[in-house]
């Protein structure tokens, strides 16, 4: 159910009710890249979904056609894609602003799409540090999603699935320790070494489990073992110094 001039509508949009949209799409075609977009998603999210980020999902997933008939008319100056990119964008730069960080566009947030909240957000802090184009964040996100199992056709092992929660709840982690730095700044001296020594062992683990992912069956055999059996020690002691 959508409102419309205040009135709630349980069905389609009319094709006047389209063209009113459709004629404010053009006006905002001129803005800035930034306005422009987050502009085309509250708009369409709230003139076709009452504002509902649930409803515009679920309706997505069904095929909706408000969207689809909008990009079909010959005065209507975006692509059916475009137009849900933008929602897409909308939606995430209004429950997280910091998605909107200095070099980053639009379409990179576009590329981070479909992540997890976190993950998108870690990814996009690293792009706008590092200068990552376009094509950099869209391969990163891509990665991440293989390693997620989002590959079609392929049912996702439940060790494989444990894996992930694993991923998403270690990168949440280590987004929320770069917040509490960040508020934490200057950080005494006495415990930046630690905090450091820390830092490291979470590099050495992390090129253990890249490693996993990358080799091969056969060699996953040979070197997953010794790597689970050294590397957790280490972590552990320099874990302790840092506490």
Same mark, same amino acid.
């Not at 802090?125 to 094509?135: I, T």
């Not at 989002?150 to 894996?163: F, L, M, T």
């Not at 050495?204 to 990358?214: H, P």
């Given at each position: 159910m959508r409102v419309w001039g205040g009135v709630m509508m349980d069905r389609e949009p009319t094709d006047a009710e389209v063209e009113e949209?459709? =004629?404010?799409?053009?006006?905002?075609?001129?803005?800035?890249?930034?306005?422009?977009? +987050?502009?085309?998603?509250? !708009?369409?999210?709230?003139?076709?979904?009452?504002g509902n980020e649930r409803a515009w999902r679920e309706r997505r997933r069904n095929k909706d056609r408000s969207i689809r008939r909008l990009a079909e008319r010959p005065d209507c100056p975006f692509a059916k894609s475009a137009l849900n990119e933008a929602v897409g964008?909308?939606?995430l730069c209004s429950k997280y602003p910091e998605?909107?960080?200095?070099?980053?566009? $639009?379409?990179? &947030?576009?590329?981070?799409?479909? !992540?997890? $909240?976190? &993950?998108?957000?870690? +990814?996009? %802090? *690293?792009?706008? %540090?590092?200068? #990552?184009?376009?094509?950099?964040?869209?391969?990163?996100?891509? *990665?991440?999603?293989?390693?997620?199992g989002?590959?079609?056709? %392929? $049912?996702? =092992?439940?060790?494989? *699935?444990?894996?992930a929660g #694993?991923? %998403?709840?270690? +990168?949440?982690?280590? &987004? *929320?320790?770069?917040?509490?730095?960040?508020?934490?700044? $200057?950080?005494?001296p006495a415990r930046r070494e630690p905090l450091d020594a820390m830092c490291r062992s979470i590099e050495?683990? +992390?090129? &253990?489990?890249?490693?996993?992912?990358?080799t091969s069956t056969s060699?996953?055999?040979r070197t997953a073992t010794p790597a689970r059996a050294s590397r957790p020690y280490a972590l552990s002691e320099r874990t302790r110094i840092a506490r």
């Open positions: 949209v459709a =004629s404010e799409l053009r006006l905002i075609a001129h803005s800035s890249q930034w306005d422009k977009v +987050l502009a085309i998603g509250r !708009l369409i999210l709230c003139r076709f979904f009452d964008v909308h939606v998605a909107r960080s200095e070099g980053i566009t $639009p379409t990179h &947030v576009g590329r981070t799409l479909g !992540l997890e $909240p976190q &993950v998108a957000i870690a +990814l996009l %802090r *690293q792009a706008g %540090r590092e200068g #990552w184009s376009v094509r950099q964040i869209a391969g990163e996100a891509a *990665q991440i999603r293989r390693a997620w989002e590959r079609r056709g %392929r $049912p996702v =092992s439940g060790a494989e *699935q444990k894996a #694993w991923g %998403r709840r270690a +990168l949440a982690a280590l &987004v *929320q320790m770069g917040t509490e730095l960040t508020a934490a700044w $200057p950080i005494d050495e683990q +992390l090129l &253990v489990v890249r490693n996993v992912l990358l060699d996953r055999l």
